[in-house]
């Protein structure tokens, strides 16, 4: 079993020696390998505690003729791809920290594509998702439809038709799309009515927003889903007009928006209990 | 030897033809050959020289404390005073002193190694994942260019209420914090705490809120209030008939 080595330097002397005489063995072998491989010339001294006279590859005089010609060069020429330990650690760093990058990029596109087979077979709920996976999921899945968009586009060049039906991918497909959310626990007594009683939540929920929180939702879902915002504004024009906000095309931040909501929240508060108890 | 597939496989050691794969061979063993020199020298102390010119003329140096300095000392081996007292020297710094700096950029690197290895791991588990859902073969998991015109449609339009519920779930992620955090805020005014939990599972619990009940010196949160059941009734029954008329 090879143990992970730490790379410090070793305590024990007689472990350290008996690491230095195996590793400078297999570091040799590596430079005899190169050199043959690649027909280049190349060289080794190496210093070390254990030793007073320094241990030279291929010998004394082939390190002195590639010495020579070493130092034949420019100084640009020598310097250029010189590096000390510590310069080559801090580049092996940057190349080793690249790499986990793109690692991480990877794993985290596998997961989100994971996530999104899950959705659509109803075995995840998106309720359950942090805000970054929320937004990291949205992207992927217009990215696919995308693709599923230039599928379609491509079909239709080919003038390809298939009668047959696609198997279901939900098996409860007719499962409504309910307004539920963490911090709204609402109870549907009325089994017989549920997409009513969803409808209604919705709009009671709108109706308490004062107009500037309004205005916001309603751009977030103005830009996504256009067919769900016609619907609204029509069931809302047909309501009171007094009690409906005003649509506000301005994006406001949330934080503002809630700290501007606090200062008037008693007057709206009161206003249910007054009409409840005439 | 004769292998099944092109993994790894040995070479024949002897100068090869190929002249991109040699350039690619000299790089990547020329790094690898760097890379146990340097760990040599961080693990027993020695000091390292290595010289090598590429297929192309150039040359590559490492050198441990430094490239000139070992050359340096290599050429001047007759000062038998200077290298006793320089050997003497080396042994106390090798034994007291290792260079903090190079200590310091190994445990970094050894740091990072290590944060690889958590993600070659967890590759595998997203690989084993992905196996198991594909060895099931639904349709709608196949290359989006094996799709034909139905099923393409069919995905198309079930992604899109994957992203309605999506985007819903985005706006309220967002009001949730804040709401919570305001929440939060007004506990801490009461003081005690007891009083705002109480408040808290009341606000959930729908149905069981009484139009008349009095709130001295409390706002409740603004985003769960029409949970609770409070409905406008004018503007309700409006909207019920409304509701129905579109119906019908």
């Not at chain 1, 241990?55 to 060069?73: C, I, N, Q, Y």
């Not at chain 1, 906000?245 to 606090?262: G, Q």
């Not at chain 2, 709130?215 to 503007?235: A, E, K, R, W």
């Amino acid at each position: 079993m090879k143990r992970k080595m730490k790379l410090s330097l070793i305590e024990n002397s007689v472990s350290r020696k008996t690491t230095f005489t195996k590793r400078k063995k297999g570091m040799t072998k590596k430079l005899t390998e190169l050199v043959t491989l690649c027909g280049v010339e190349a060289c080794a001294v190496v210093y070390s505690p254990f030793n007073s006279i320094p241990e030279a590859w291929p010998s004394r005089e082939g390190v002195e003729d590639v010495v020579s010609k070493f130092m034949e060069l420019s100084v640009l020429d020598r310097t250029k791809k010189m590096v000390d330990q510590e310069t080559f650690i801090s580049q092996r760093i940057a190349k080793e920290k690249e790499q986990l990058q793109k690692l991480r990029d990877e794993n985290h596109n596998s997961q989100i594509r994971e996530l999104m087979f899950g959705c659509l077979k109803g075995e995840t709920n998106v309720y359950n998702l942090d805000g970054r996976d929320l937004q990291d999921l949205s992207l992927y899945i217009d990215k696919y439809l995308n693709g599923l968009t230039r599928r379609i586009e491509i079909l239709i060049e080919n003038g390809e038709s298939s009668s047959s039906l696609p198997l279901p991918i939900v098996a409860n497909a007719a499962a409504p799309v309910g307004f539920d959310g963490p911090m709204f626990q609402y109870h549907n007594q009325n089994q017989q009515k549920p997409v009513q009683f969803q409808y209604q939540a919705l709009y009671d929920f709108y109706d308490q927003i004062p107009k500037k929180i309004h205005g916001f939702n309603m751009n977030m879902n103005k830009d996504s889903n256009q067919s769900m915002v016609l619907d609204l504004n029509q069931n809302l024009n047909d309501g009171e007009d007094e009690g409906i906000p005003c649509m506000d095309n301005n994006n406001y931040h949330p934080e503002i928006d809630c700290l501007a909501t606090v200062t008037t929240a008693p007057t709206d508060v009161c206003a249910p209990n007054i009409t409840n108890d005439l | 030897m004769v292998r099944s597939t092109k993994g790894r496989q040995k070479i024949e050691m002897k100068k090869m033809e190929n002249e991109s794969n040699l350039q690619v061979t000299f790089s990547k063993r020329r790094f690898g050959l760097f890379k146990k020199a340097s760990e040599l020298c961080t693990l027993s102390g020695a000091e390292i020289l290595l010289i090598v010119f590429s297929p192309g003329g150039k040359v590559f140096s490492f050198g441990h404390p430094s490239v000139q300095e070992l050359i340096h000392r290599f050429s001047n081996p007759n000062h038998n005073s200077a290298i006793v007292h320089h050997q003497n020297n080396n042994l106390q710094l090798v034994e007291t002193r290792p260079d903090r700096n190079i200590q310091y950029l190994n445990n970094i690197l050894t740091e990072v190694l290590a944060n690889q290895e958590k993600e070659k791991q967890k590759r595998m588990v997203l690989d084993l994942l992905k196996e198991s859902r594909e060895q099931v073969g639904n349709w709608y998991e196949k290359d989006v260019k094996d799709l034909d015109m139905n099923e393409t449609n069919q995905l198309i339009s079930a992604l899109q209420d994957v992203k309605k519920k999506l985007v819903r779930e985005m706006s309220q992620y967002s009001q949730v914090n804040v709401s919570q955090n305001y929440f939060g805020q007004s506990s801490g005014v009461i003081g005690g705490g007891n009083v705002g939990i109480d408040l808290f599972d009341q606000r959930r619990n729908a149905f069981n809120y009484n139009p008349n009940m009095v709130f001295p010196n409390h706002t409740p949160p603004m985003f769960g209030y029409n949970n609770d059941g409070v409905l406008v009734p004018i503007s309700n029954m409006n909207y019920m008939s409304s509701y129905n008329f579109n119906q019908s």
